[in-house]
């Protein structure tokens, strides 16, 4: 696409009513732009529209009306979570037009340098963290993205002093076109959102799409312990400065634990004082902390912690200055979420967890006792990779949700006895209210119940946040 300024008395359409599509729709309105806003949504289900038409945009609400794209189109601006089945869209694509996300508009009228993290799991933890690391270090941080404000709505406000510290789904990733981050994370790469991209392939690639517009004056920090990882980072496609880091292997350059985690999940950790060190070009090696000192536990964050600090490293803070934000950080609503203790039982809310390696990473951050909630949006997966960590972790499992019958499966396969299954009923609260309860009879002292779904949460919530706050509320009242 071109400079957003260039849209002059140009048609941009854009599809979908949430906080992005409100953003991107008022900037083009303000840059002179004939906007029109569609979203299926009806009309009373979007409050949103009551604004932008104050501002004399057009919207239009229930569905996708004949004429909404023509030859006349000049820009489609999509929600990211629109598939690119979606009519128009389609329409759009077949006619030659731009279909782009967010972030390409963003990206292109921001002033400040971006920061920008992707990733199947731990993408959350990491933007929160370097963004408390690069305000500790008087970096100037703007949280954007996937994490609360629109990026579009970030960028307008942006100096050239400021780092724009973005979080990124696959979906958005994949409308983009030029979209170039001065600093790019790609944490790890799992199987997930398959329903959406079809495939790994077009996964992986639009993750990729990351680095794609990047040169050697940008850096790319990728998971030397991920096998895409590796792959992109030996594929000689990224034309970015590599910074790697690992939680598994000394690196002769980059960030890494030293002595280094087993590979193998299932091997024993031990005993070892490990610290975070980072390795320079020279082969000098600089100690910063050791990982028990982390503000939060479990392997999976040391390897956010190392991500988190190469960003902010790579951004200019000084080694030093990170060593306090990295003690004192305490995660992030929904991620591993101390929620409360009941009569000797303590609650976990781990909703953000929308995929099995989320679930697992999870399960491994405690010594067992589990009793696991799971289950939600059916996207064809079996979760049988759940079942060693079942075995090993979980005592009881409460399954709900549309794949509630493939992880109570998994369950049985795991030799598990106390599963339950919640059947669903019309209201969604009712339902995770109900497997609150069971959890709880379940459980005795000394026990976890966990929140770790492995699955979306779409097939009852609107988002994985409300389902989070629900089992919170369910358990505060216990």
């Known amino acids: 696409m071109n400079n957003p300024a260039s849209y002059r008395d140009q048609h941009v359409v854009v599809l979908g009513l949430a906080k992005s599509g409100v953003s991107v729709a008022k900037l083009f309105h303000k840059l002179g732009a004939i906007v029109t806003v569609n979203d299926q949504k009806e009309r009373h289900l979007s409050p949103e529209a009551d604004e932008l038409e104050a501002l004399g945009v057009s919207v239009i609400c229930g569905g996708h009306p004949d004429g909404l794209i023509t030859a006349e189109t000049a ?34 009228i921001s002033q400040a340098p971006i920061i920008g993290i992707t990733g199947s799991n731990g993408k959350t933890t990491t933007t929160t963290w370097i963004g408390d690391l690069l305000e500790a270090a008087d970096r100037n941080p703007i949280l954007a993205g996937n994490i609360g404000t629109p990026l579009c709505e970030a960028a307008q406000t942006a100096s050239a002093e400021d780092w724009i510290v973005a979080e990124l ?104 004082e490990r610290l975070i060190v980072w390795r320079d070009s020279e082969g000098f090696t ?18 956010n912690a190392l991500a988190a600090v190469a960003a902010s ?83 009881a499992v409460v399954a709900l949700g549309q794949t509630r019958n493939k992880i109570a499966y998994a369950a049985e396969l795991a030799g598990l006895t106390d599963i339950i299954i919640v059947e669903p009923e019309e209201n969604a609260e009712a339902v995770l209210q109900q497997a609150v309860r069971e959890a ?16 979306a949460s779409w097939d009852m919530f609107k988002s994985y946040e409300q389902r989070g706050r629900i089992f919170k509320q369910s358990a505060h009242t216990l």
């Open 75 to 108: 820009l489609v601006i999509k929600n990211p979570g629109i598939p690119y089945s979606s009519p128009p869209v389609r329409q759009a694509i077949e006619l030659g037009l731009d279909v782009v996300t967010e972030v390409e508009v963003a990206y292109l």
């Open 169 to 272: 789904s696959s979906f958005q990733l994949k409308g983009t076109q030029q979209f170039r981050p001065r600093i790019s994370i790609l944490l790890n790469v799992a199987e997930t959102h398959l329903d959406y991209h079809g495939g790994m392939e077009d996964y992986i690639a639009s993750k990729a799409k990351l680095f794609a517009s990047q040169t050697g004056e940008d850096t790319a920090i990728l998971n030397a312990d991920d096998l895409v990882c590796r792959e992109l980072m030996a594929g000689g496609l990224i034309q970015a400065s590599i910074l790697p880091f690992s939680t598994t292997q000394e690196l002769s350059y980059g960030f890494f634990i030293t002595p280094p985690f087993p590979e193998d999940l299932t091997t024993p950790e031990g005993e070892e």
């Open 286 to 303: 600089h100690k910063l902390l050791p990982v028990r000192e982390l503000g939060i536990p479990g392997r999976h964050n040391a390897a």
């Open 313 to 395: 490293f790579a951004a200019g803070a000084e080694l030093p200055s990170l060593i306090e934000p990295l003690r004192e950080f305490r995660g992030v609503e929904h991620r591993l979420e101390h929620v409360c203790e009941r009569h000797g039982v303590t609650y976990y809310n781990n909703s953000k967890a929308t995929n099995s390696v989320a679930t697992i990473i999870a399960l491994r951050s405690f010594p067992g006792n589990i009793v696991l909630i799971a289950g939600g949006l059916d996207r064809g997966v079996d979760y049988l990779e759940l079942v060693p960590h079942l075995r090993d972790q979980v005592k």
């Open 440 to 455: 709880a009879s379940i459980a005795k002292p000394g026990d976890i119940v966990l929140l770790s779904p492995a699955c």
